[in-house]
């Protein structure tokens, strides 16, 4: 079974820095991977889709990365800022969908 | 744009009751999926439906049936509910494996 770890489950940032979530996974054979961000008592926003082929996606201030062989995606947040506090939640998709239990992200202004 | 409506929003049940979460898309979405949310479990797939007419198992399915009405609507039943599945329950749809899910705002559900 796919498990599917984020590291930290909360950080607490200054704005304007620069920050990386981690998100780890134990099975390489994955079809796409899906960064979202979780705003409380709301549903699940998309902010970047990966491919399995695919390196990285960009969107904005947003990068995500992808490292099939290692197990690993990074999102990069540029410049944060406090809207950017949610809960932000990688999930693994391959012959079935699993999803970390999230990262937790306050900007203080 | 509705994207993925869930109703009803909250719900409290009896131990035993029964009860259908509703869930329509109206992007043309091939895909459906039903998830609970609980703390510290982060979100599990309980059904999807890869397309209208059919429908297969999850990570967590005992205790739910669930139906693809139509294209577009995809429900969840609950025959007899537990408090075990006190949670908060997700629908979300796509229109293939590589186009992004899209996620509605959920069905507080509450089991007494």
């Known amino acids: 079974k796919q498990e599917v770890t984020q590291i930290p489950a909360a950080l607490s940032v200054p704005e304007g820095e620069n920050l990386v979530l981690n998100c780890s996974f134990t099975?390489?054979?994955?079809?796409?991977l899906q960064w979202f961000r979780q705003d409380p008592g709301k549903g699940l926003t998309s902010l970047l889709l990966?491919?399995?082929?695919?390196r990285e996606q960009t969107s904005g201030r947003l990068n995500a990365s992808l490292d099939k062989s290692s197990g690993r995606s990074t999102l990069y947040i540029a410049a944060s800022q406090p809207g950017d506090s949610a809960t932000y939640l990688c999930?693994?998709?391959?012959?079935?969908?699993?999803f970390g239990t999230g990262t937790s992200l306050t900007v203080i202004p | 744009n509705a994207g993925v409506t869930q109703t009803p929003k909250f719900q409290v049940l009896k131990t035993g009751q029964s009860m259908t979460l509703q869930c329509a898309q109206d992007?043309?979405?091939?895909?459906m999926y039903w998830y609970r949310q609980d703390p510290g479990m982060g979100l599990r797939l309980i059904y999807y439906?890869?397309?209208?007419?059919?429908?297969d198992k999850g990570e967590v399915p005992n205790g739910y049936n669930v139906s693809r009405l139509n294209k577009r609507e995809f429900s969840l039943r609950l025959e007899s509910a537990a408090p075990s599945q006190t949670s908060v329950y997700f629908c979300?749809?796509?229109?293939?494996?590589?186009?992004?899910?899209?996620f509605g705002d959920g069905t507080r559900l509450s089991i007494l």
């Open positions: 979300a749809s796509r229109w293939t494996l590589d186009q992004p899910q899209h």
């Open positions: 999930a693994v998709i391959g012959n079935q969908f699993y």
């Open positions: 099975d390489s054979a994955i079809y796409n």
């Open positions: 992007m043309n979405h091939n895909s």
């Open positions: 439906s890869a397309s209208e007419g059919t429908t």
């Open positions: 990966i491919q399995s082929s695919q």
